[in-house]
């Protein structure tokens, strides 16, 4: 597979899962128990991360599906702060979700419209905040300290991470495309960045090196030539 396929791929998924995001936090204003379509993404996200790492944030995530297609074009792209990649504060926004949702469901228990409403509320006001800050910063800044991305991150740091051969040559072509920001060839054991991988590939097709490769104990070249 080629650089600009790979791309293509991920922007044809993409397009199918972004559409959720609108029918839920619009359409939920009118009809409320769409809000609980949130609990589908939640399971998703936490679900995936046991086999993938962050996987549905690539392109099963409405959200991250909107934010890669339609901020992508007017975002400033600039580098995102490290503050949005500290533990504690991804810990808090996590705490902080969790304790807005229960509060409410906690005030309309037993009335499926206003928890619903909750629900829709949340999304709403994150997905704004999710806007402004991948027009103003990245895309992707979101990601970074979205709750259930944060638990998924956790979780993917039991899995290997992406490996790089003796070709790399540290060009830094594989963190220009990563729709994280990531710098996959310095992943390691000790660097564990490697959990915000979202495994989109983007950066194992686009080095000229070959060097990337998501298989253990390979060839990186052979494994790339296998993919093309
Ligand atoms: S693009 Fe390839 S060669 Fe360049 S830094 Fe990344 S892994 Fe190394
Ligand atoms: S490190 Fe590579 S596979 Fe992971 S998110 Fe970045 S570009 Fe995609």
């Not at 392109?59 to 600039?78: Q, T, V």
């Amino acid at each position: 597979m080629k650089v600009h396929e790979a791309i293509l791929r991920r922007t044809n998924l993409q397009a199918y899962t972004w559409v959720m995001l609108p029918v839920v936090a619009i359409g939920g204003w009118f009809y409320t128990p769409l809000g609980f379509l949130l609990f589908g993404c939640m399971i998703g996200a936490v679900g995936v991360s046991f086999f993938r790492g962050r996987n549905w944030c690539d392109w099963m995530c409405p959200r991250g599906a909107f934010l890669d297609l339609f901020l992508r074009p007017i975002s400033r792209k600039i580098t995102i702060p490290a503050f949005f990649r500290h533990e504690a504060v991804r810990s808090f926004m996590l705490l902080l979700i969790f304790i807005v949702i229960g509060v409410q469901f906690y005030l309309a228990w037993g009335d499926l419209q206003a928890m619903g409403l909750a629900l829709v509320r949340v999304l709403t006001i994150t997905t704004v905040v999710g806007i402004l800050l991948g027009w103003g910063i990245h895309p992707r800044t979101w990601c970074h300290i979205c709750p259930m991305g944060t638990v998924a991150h956790w979780i993917a740091r039991r899995q290997k991470p992406l490996q790089t051969g003796s070709s790399c040559v540290s060009c830094g072509i594989c963190t220009k495309v990563c729709p994280m920001q990531l710098a996959p060839n310095e992943f390691s054991d000790h660097n564990l960045e490697y959990s915000d991988c979202l495994r989109c590939s983007s950066c194992v097709y686009s080095c000229p090196k070959m060097a990337l490769s998501f298989e253990n104990n390979v060839n990186r070249t052979e494994s790339y030539q296998k993919a093309s």
